[in-house]
Structures are given as structure tokens and as C-alpha cells.
């Protein structure tokens, strides 16, 4: 289930590490020399005999180069199986027992990825003497401690879902529980994190050979620049020959281990999943005709609409097929007319506000329809127009306003920064609008500087309102405006916006899940279902006539305060 | 319909959180010690060899001794580690074999050097890294994200000591550009201008190098960071209101992804120096990491130990640096202001 980039990257890791490990296992019986022998003057240049040449004293470097494969490997993977092993049972262990062994094996953890891995290597490497064991050894005591921090968090994700607590609940062994639950739950992560070690444990045997701390009765890719640093390769020509070959195979070796990396990491993270479109423009699809003129201001008596919705659609381009979240949608809002759109989640209507704002984002994109907004067709305008548009004419209260806010400017900064965008005042000037705005939604101006968390949800409600309002828009589209706030916020929102509506004259497309909410502010009222608006009507003092039998059964879903069966007081 | 600001002061859990840090550098100071003291009584041999160095293996019985006992080495374990913290405390790092001069003095006199060299090397790399993964998170799947992240990945591959080795065989000696080695000219005297041209022209490329050999996780940490953020409420906020597709870039989604970015930033220093051994190495190259290089060579022990834990105490400090900076970037990281009320 990868995305086809991914599995192109995993399977140019696998061929090259394939073709690595065949050295490795193979290195012996095709190379030419013994790599030891002296069997050339020094410093051939690479000929049909010493296909890479040969170094200062005369060995075979081709030869040199492939056995070294088996060592610079074997280093690297068995480090990184050891520090796996460790790292799965301190994760475990801390994840699932927690308590005292936790805070040790956490604390251990802390402590190593604190301490500057190379020069700890270095001196545990020294005092044991150098070798593959203790390069083994030194490598995999430093990496094992990120994966224990990350196995770790992983067993407590999975502990907190419900089958693991279920069983707990029933009195199933904490044995079982690990074994039967956990562990195949981990598993999968615990591949890609060897991979990442092993990438890791190849680079170090690389450092510490460098630095002389390598088996000195063998050879591996790093020993071999040691050598050829210690002896100046770089004074002849040599260095094409000496030093390029070993570095390129290290650098393929761990190539090969990021790239498969990857692909497995994404295929346990789905969320890490980019999608890959070379060359295609993402607006071209929506470009209908450039237009060069502003949106033209609109005669207020004119009986055209302010926004006239006409057969729009939108879709999500998946890896099976397009999916069609708005279909042939129709409609219209005049000035200060308040529209409400009623949809359960998943019916299109946050697509269709963010199509009328121009911010749908790749995979969605507009397959059909107009948008006439004062006449002008929102699809056709070029950046710089959108940018005078949004905010100016047509303002957008999101949905989850409470995450709208930046959390890390004030809401002054928030406010003066969307005044700047579009009048050409001063800051000071901008300033003292933006207390004005915030007056205006119900906030005292000695909040101004407040950050957003300092605020709570209704008080960033009202910020992101004042936001909207802050270049007079002659359109407003609140998405769920008051979706996640408590009910007496709720009201006192939903009043805060009929009042600044009516006052202002603002038209409104007010989109939400809950029809009674819609009936008390909307003018009109659409019904969106599947991506389409399956019933049109005007509402009279909050009652509407529902002619498609899903809308007739939303009103009758409608809690009631008066029924029409009143029951007679006895 | 005036609310009033309610500001409501939560639990700051700043204080508490102060102390874990705290112990925590505490707990890697006194694990970075120990190993230097329990190293040389665990391994095979005479601790001796690991005091003295070979000078030790032409003394008699009888001098060895007295040298024991002047050293404390007659003493339990444990009024020995007293005594070794004690000497750590006042800066005393024992000799150094090689050298034959206090560890302490040599250290002071190489630390120089290695900032000189990682300081511009972590602006650089960081400044890069943190442009090109904004730009590669931005545009998204296009060719020009794909190239860049290959290239990236594909440098995040490379020894950085071989990065140094390539750049030494192109650019000083097939093309003469640059030195390649030490940091001071052999000749000439220290001061003016042309001293310091010099110089720099030796910072060349190690900077090089070290940025090379880093930018790659800087990259990819912000690309990710980036990629992130972009997805946020408040970013397509930011684009609703009308501003400028680099107002949007910059300074919403930006400067926001920028906050794990810069902890990585200061916490790889520790990374840093370690790449820095292999990299002084090299360029031969008179900072720390080069002294922890010509330690190893001559098996000089005490200089050894002197070198790892003035690596680990600079660790330590920009960690420190990282606690005390984060919250001048981060609004909700400054304590006394969390609330969380709806």
C-alpha cells in the first residue's frame, strides 16, 4: 500500500544492498589479488590489470575495495541487530511494566543521548582496545537508546487502545498481554528502526576506522581512508582512484538503508505520504480565463445576486479514482442575506466554503461550475487578485476556529496584520482599529496583547470573528462557527453574529451540522447531502417547508419545546 | 456583552520542570566522570600505563610504589573517586602525557579554534537547511522538492570527513584555492589584516565541510516541520485573510516549524563536535576534536579523558542554551501564562 515514489526509493535501497551484501558474501572468490599482497609499483593509475589502481605501497585497491565490503557491513548490521535487541527490550520493558524500571531505563536513556556519542565511543573504544568486537560493541551501546525511546512511546500508544484493555480488563497475565498484543503490534516498527540503525552503525564503523580505532588485521571501506589520509593521498593524482571508490561505496551502503528506511517507515505511517505530481501546475485545472479587472462594486438595487453559485463541483483525486465531494452544486446569496447550509460531516460543505475562498489544496480541485461573485468568476482571478479578494469582499470565519489563531502572535499582531494586508494605513492607526474590531466582538482592549492560548475557546471565537470583520467584507462565510464551544457560548456567539450581520448589512453563508442552530439566523436554507443541495427553501421565523424527504426527516429529528399534540394539563 | 479578560493563571509546571532539567545535566556530568574514572581501573593492565603512559613500563617495583602512593592510587575506590572529583572540581585534569603539560592548559588553549570553526559552520547550515526546507515543503511533490530532497538524503550519506577529503583534493590541491591545513599560516607574524585573512581563508573549507555534512538534517527536520504546519488552521487563516503568499510561507508557517527546528539546531551541537573530530582530523585542524584525535594516537589518557569531558560539559551548555532561548520563540513555553479554559 505505498505510494509509487515510495516503493521506486525501497526498491533502489533493496537493489543496492543486494548488490552490497553479494560483494560481501562473493568478495573472496572474484577478487583479483589478495588485497594484502604487494604486487604493483605504487600508485598505478587504473588499468585493465589494477582496474582502481594501486596505493603507496603497492597493493591491488579493486581488491582492496571489495573485501573491505564484508567488514564495513558486518560492523554495521550486527551492531545494529545487538543495539535493536537492547533497544526493543528497554522499550518494552519501560513501556509495559512503567514504575522504577521505567524511570531508570528512561533516565539511561536521557543521560546517553545528552552525551556526545563520537568522543564516547572514542574513549570506551581506546580502553578496550581496538577491534570488531569493540567497535560492535561501542556502536551498538550508542544507538540503542533512541530506539528504546521510541519503541517505548510506541507500547504505550498501543496499550491505550482498546483491545489491550479489554484484555486487561477480562485478567489476562501481563506475559500474555505482551506477548499475544503488544508485540505484533510492534513489530512492524521495529524493522524500519533496525534499518535506521544499521544506516547509523555503518557511518560510526566508518568514524572510528577513520580515527585509527579500527581492526588493524583487517580492512573495511573506513580503514581505507584512514590509510589513505595518513599517507596524503591527496598529493597525486591517487586520490581519484583511493579515495573516491571506498566513499562511494559507504555512501551507497547507507543510501541503501535511508531509502529502504523510508519506504518502510512510510508504509507504517501512512500519514508520512506525500503525493508526487511532476511538472503539473496546481491552478491550471481551476483557470478558466485570466481577468484582468478588479470585482466590480455592484449596484445595491441591482436584482443580480452578490454570489451566484452555478453547477459547482469539486473533486479529490485519490489513488482509486476521484472522489466527488461537491456535485453540481447551485445556488445563490444576495446582500445582507443570511444562508444557512445544513450537512451532516462528510457532506462537502467545508470543500465547497474553502472552493469559494480559492483554498482548496491539492489532492481537491475544481472540476466544474462558476462562482460569480459581483460578476466576476472567482475561479478566473490571478493571485494578486485573490489576495485584494480574501478578506476584503469575502471573509471566512473556519471552522475549528479555536487552531485559527497563530499561537505564536499576539491577537493584536493577528488583527493589524489582516488590516495591513489590505488599507493603506499606518500601524498605530491599524492598531487602534484592531481594539475597535475587538470592542466590537465583546473583548476589552487590555486583551489585545494576549496570546491565543492565553484566551479561551469562546474569547478566540470572537478574535477570529473580529478578524473576519476587519476590512468590511460584504460577504462573510462562517464554516461551524460554533462547533466545539460550549452551549451558553454557543448562544452568546450565535447572538454576537446575527447582531454584527444585521448591523453591518453582511451577507453570510452560515454552514453547519445542526439545523436548529441554521434556522435561528438563516434567511434561506440549503440542505446538502453527498455533495449536493437536495432541497432549497426560505425560512420564516425559524421554520422552513422541506420537500426532499431527507430534510423533511431532519425537521422531524428536530427536538421540539412546542408540539403540535399538546398535552393537556389534567 | 463585554467579557472581561479573565486571565486566569494555570498550574505553571515551569519550576518542576526546571528541577528534572537540572538533575538531569547534573546525573551526565557525574555519568561522563565516571566513566573516566572507572575506565582506566577496568581496563586490563596497570592503571599506571594509563597515568604515565609507556614511561610507566621502565620503572621498578619499588618506584612504583611510591608513585602509587603519591598518586592516591593505594587508597579504597572510593577516597580515590572522592579525591578524582575533587581535582575535576578545581580544574585539575591531571598531565598530559604526550605533552607533558596540565590537560587543563592544553584545552583552553584548542578550545578557540573549534568554535571559530562550528560557529559559522551552525548558522551556516542551519540558515540553508531551514531556506531550502521551507521552499521543498512549499512546493511539494514538484520536481524541484524531489531533486533537492534527493540531493539531501544523499549527502546525509556521506562520511563528513570524506566530504572534507573531496573538497581538499579539488579545491586545495587540484585547483589551489584554499589551504588545507592548520589554521594559522607557518609564517608571518600574528595581527593585522593580513594575518587574519589567512586566517579565515583556512575556515574555508571545514565550514564547508561541517555545513555539507549537516544541512542535510536540518533540511529534511524543517521540510517535515514545515510540511506539518502548513497543514495547519491557522495557515490557511493566514491565507484567508489575504496576505501575500511569502507572508503565508515566512511568517505563519515558518515560523512556527521553525520551533522544533531550532531545538534540534542547539542539540546538535553535541552532534556537531563529534563530526568536528573527523573533520579537525582532516584539515589538521589544532581545535578539540583534533586533540581527541592525537590522544588517541598516542594513547595519552589523562588528555583523553580532559578532551570527552570538555565535550560533554559543552553539550551540556547548549542544552542549557536551548532551555533558556526556547521560550523567547515560543509564546506558550514561557511560564505563568498557560491556561486552558473554553
Known sequence: ?570 | MHISGVRTRGRSFSSRRLFIRISQYILVVCVALTINFTLPRLAPGDPLNYILGDEANSLNAEQRQQIYRELGLDRSVLQQYGDYLLGTLTFDLGDSIRFGRPVSEILVERLPWTVLMIGPAIILSALLGIVLGALAAWKRGKAGDASLLTGMIILESMPSFWIGMLLIAVFAVNLGWFPSFGAVPFTGTEGGLAYFVEVARRLVLPVTTITLATIGSNFLLTRASMLNTLGEDYVQMAEAKGLSERAVLFQHALRNALLPVYTNVTLSLGALVSGAVTVETVFAYPGVGRLLYESVLARDYPLLQGVFLLITIGVIAANVLADLTYPLLDPRARSGTRSEVS
Open chain 1, 1 to 570: 500500500m505505498n505510494t509509487p515514489i515510495a516503493r521506486y526509493l525501497g526498491f533502489t535501497g533493496f537493489a543496492i544492498l543486494v548488490f552490497m551484501l553479494l560483494l560481501a558474501i562473493l568478495g573472496p572468490f572474484i577478487v583479483p589479488y589478495d588485497p594484502n599482497e604487494l604486487i604493483a609499483p605504487a600508485f598505478q593509475p587504473p588499468s585493465w590489470s589494477y582496474l582502481l589502481g594501486t596505493n603507496d605501497i603497492g597493493q591491488d585497491i579493486f581488491s582492496e575495495l571489495i573485501m573491505s565490503a564484508r567488514v564495513s557491513l558486518l560492523v554495521g548490521v550486527v551492531s545494529a541487530l545487538i543495539a535493536t535487541l537492547f533497544g526493543v527490550i528497554a522499550g518494552l520493558v519501560a513501556g509495559y511494566f512503567g514504575g522504577w524500571a521505567e524511570t531508570i531505563l528512561m533516565r539511561l536513556v536521557d543521560v546517553k543521548l545528552t552525551l556526545p556519542f563520537l568522543p564516547l565511543m572514542i574513549v570506551v573504544a581506546v580502553f578496550l582496545g581496538p577491534g570488531l568486537i569493540t567497535q560492535i560493541l561501542v556502536i551498538a551501546l550508542v544507538i540503542w537508546a533512541p530506539m528504546a525511546r521510541e519503541l517505548r512511546s510506541q507500547v504505550l500508544t498501543a496499550r491505550r487502545r482498546g483491545f489491550v484493555e479489554a484484555a486487561e480488563a477480562i485478567g489476562a497475565g501481563g506475559r500474555y498481554i505482551l506477548r499475544r498484543h503488544l508485540l505484533p503490534n510492534v513489530t512492524p516498527l521495529i524493522i524500519p528502526q533496525f534499518v535506521r540503525a544499521a544506516n547509523t552503525g555503518i557511518l560510526m564503523e566508518t568514524s572510528l576506522s577513520f580515527l585509527g580505532l579500527g581492526d588493524p588485521t583487517v580492512k573495511s571501506w573506513g580503514m581505507m581512508l584512514f590509510y589513505a589520509n595518513s599517507r596524503s593521498a591527496f598529493l597525486t593524482d591517487a586520490w581519484l582512484w583511493w579515495l573516491l571508490p571506498p566513499g562511494i561505496c559507504i555512501t551507497l551502503s547507507v543510501l541503501s538503508f535511508s531509502l529502504l528506511g523510508y519506504a518502510l517507515e512510510e508504509r507504517v505511517r501512512p500519514r508520512l505520504r506525500t503525493s508526487w505530481r511532476f511538472g503539473a501546475s496546481e491552478r491550471s485545472a481551476n483557470k478558466v480565463r485570466p481577468l484582468k479587472r478588479e470585482p466590480q462594486e455592484q449596484d445595491p438595487e441591482s436584482p443580480e445576486p452578490l454570489l451566484s453559485v452555478q453547477q459547482l463541483s469539486v473533486e479529490y483525486v485519490t489513488a482509486n479514482g476521484a472522489i466527488r465531494a461537491v456535485d453540481s452544486v447551485s445556488f445563490s446569496v444576495r446582500r445582507g442575506e443570511v444562508l444557512g447550509i445544513v450537512g451532516e460531516s462528510g457532506s462537502g460543505k467545508t470543500t465547497m466554503a474553502a472552493a469559494l475562498m480559492q483554498l482548496l489544496k491539492p489532492p481537491g480541485r475544481l472540476t466544474g461550475g462558476r462562482m460569480l461573485f459581483a460578476g466576476n468568476d472567482l475561479a478566473s482571478l490571478d493571485a494578486a487578485e485573490l489576495k485584494r479578494l480574501r478578506n476584503n469582499r469575502i471573509a471566512l470565519i473556519p471552522q475549528a476556529a479555536m487552531n485559527a489563531l497563530n499561537p505564536v502572535y499576539t491577537v493584536q499582531k493577528q488583527l493589524v496584520e489582516a488590516i495591513l494586508a489590505h488599507q493603506k494605513i499606518r500601524r498605530s492607526e491599524a492598531r487602534i482599529r484592531a481594539n475597535h474590531l475587538l470592542q466590537l466582538v465583546g473583548i476589552t482592549p487590555d486583551r489585545a496583547r494576549a496570546y491565543p492560548h492565553e484566551l479561551s475557546g469562546g474569547m478566540r471565537q470572537r478574535v477570529v470573528i473580529a478578524i473576519a470583520l476587519a476590512n468590511n467584507p460584504s460577504l462573510v462565510i462562517a464554516d461551524e462557527p460554533t462547533t466545539g464551544l460550549d452551549v451558553i457560548v454557543q448562544a452568546e456567539i450565535l447572538e454576537l453574529l446575527t447582531d454584527l450581520q444585521s448591523r453591518l448589512e453582511l451577507a453570510m453563508i452560515f454552514i453547519s451540522h445542526d439545523l436548529s442552530v441554521v434556522l435561528s439566523v438563516a434567511d434561506r436554507i440549503a440542505i446538502m447531502l453527498e455533495g449536493k443541495i437536495v432541497d432549497q427553501s426560505s425560512v420564516n421565523s425559524g421554520v422552513f417547508h422541506p420537500n426532499h424527504p431527507y430534510s423533511q426527516r431532519l425537521q422531524a429529528a428536530l427536538p421540539r419545546l412546542k408540539s403540535k399534540h399538546t398535552i393537556p394539563f389534567s
